[in-house]
């Protein structure tokens, strides 16, 4: 049974998310239907294997936009490489991570595409398949589901 927009929560084209395993608190993504994929912005991208023989990537993410000084190092298991096209129509080969992302009251696990967007507006695209049967998008709205809650310990945020 698909559900009817009438039994999904609204969001709008831009929403405040949160990584917990990855470390991020809080990451301002645009809500693009128009991507197949999800995209998170990184840097200092690295793919090695762990003492088990699996595949890993380490990377750096400055989730805030405006705070360039601010980075949190990641570190989790590579799901697999592809090939994607951005935008532009510009190809690329991609890693690929999967991890849990929290919307408001909401988290389910996201498969995200790792590159750098420091020319784009956004650090992170959440794309259609993640949101599949989840949300209703109006992109006449933002922030509908709230920003998390700053940590205390560490007052960057």
């Known amino acids: 049974m698909n559900p009817t927009s009438n039994s999904l ?3 709008g084209w831009r929403e405040w998310l949160s990584i917990p395993e990855l470390g ?5 993504a645009k809500i693009d239907t128009g991507a197949r994929t999800s995209c ?3 840097c200092g991208l690295e793919i090695y294997e762990d003492n ?3 595949e890993r990537v380490r990377f750096t993410v400055h ?3 405006r705070k360039p000084d601010y980075s949190v190092e990641c570190d989790c298991p590579l799901v697999n490489q592809r090939q994607v096209k951005d935008s532009g129509g ?3 080969i991609r890693p ?3 991890v849990p992302v929290t919307l408001g009251p909401y988290s389910w696990k996201v498969e995200f595409s790792l590159t750098n967007r420091d020319n784009m507006k956004f650090r992170m695209l959440l794309g ?3 949101m599949k049967d989840r949300f209703f998008v109006n992109p006449g709205l933002s922030y509908q589901l709230g920003k998390p809650i700053r940590r205390v310990r560490n007052p960057q945020l």
């Open 40 to 42: 998170l912005h990184t």
């Open 128 to 130: 259609r398949t993640a």
């Open 9 to 11: 929560d609204t969001i």
């Open 24 to 28: 991020i608190p809080r990451i301002k």
């Open 90 to 92: 510009h190809e690329e």
């Open 52 to 54: 088990s023989g699996r």
């Open 96 to 98: 690929f991570i999967l």
């Open 63 to 65: 989730p805030l936009q």
